[in-house]
């Protein structure tokens, strides 16, 4: 599938930091199938339009946030 979001396409050339990585962490989300979205102001990738996972850069940092599911 490995469809890109354009909205996201745009969240990362406005990235002053960790483009690099979060290009790889989209391309793993993307490689499992999941449906990118921007959400919160950031990338988020979702299945069967339940949040997945979001990926954040922090100052010393950039994250690829794992959602939890409700019990």
Known sequence: ???RN???D?????AKKWREEMEKLRM???DCELTEELKW???C???QKSNIVLI???KGYCALLIMKEPC
């Open 1 to 3: 599938m490995n469809k």
């Open 6 to 8: 354009p909205k996201v």
């Open 10 to 14: 745009t969240y990362l050339r406005k």
């Open 28 to 30: 793993v989300c993307l």
């Open 41 to 43: 102001g950031h990338p």
């Open 45 to 47: 990738y979702t299945y």
């Open 56 to 58: 954040h850069g922090f």
